[in-house]
């Protein structure tokens, strides 16, 4: 008998809009960066000019580590935040959604 994991698909969602976002959201500010854009984390930053390969590899890394380490510690309730961890996983595709949404508005209507 082999125990796995189960999910439901509505956090197999989450997980998989996440990492898409994340792909969108890298491929937009390497193209911001392009035209003029400038990045103000800077870690981000330092990893754009070593190259948009490295930046990528580490953006995506980092959000997997993130998604994973939340998905890990689903079912636990943190005494601070009084809700379960999975909850956060919608909290950051939120953020992804924004985020992506600003980067179209700045491609769209500042670039072109």
């Known amino acids: 008998m082999f125990l796995v994991d189960q999910y439901s698909p509505r956090l197999f969602a989450a997980i998989i809009a996440i990492l898409f976002l994340s792909v969108i959201d890298g491929l937009l500010t390497l193209f911001l960066m392009n035209h003029g854009a400038h990045e103000v984390n800077p870690v981000m930053a330092y990893y754009i000019n070593v190259g948009p390969y490295t930046f990528f590899t580490l953006k995506y890394a980092l959000t997997i580590i993130g998604a994973i ?44």
């Open 69 to 112: 380490t939340l998905l890990m510690f689903r079912n636990i309730i943190p005494q601070s935040f009084k809700v379960r961890t999975y909850s956060l996983l919608y909290l950051v595709v939120g953020a992804f959604i924004m985020t992506v949404a600003w980067e179209l508005y700045l491609v769209f209507n500042v670039i072109v």
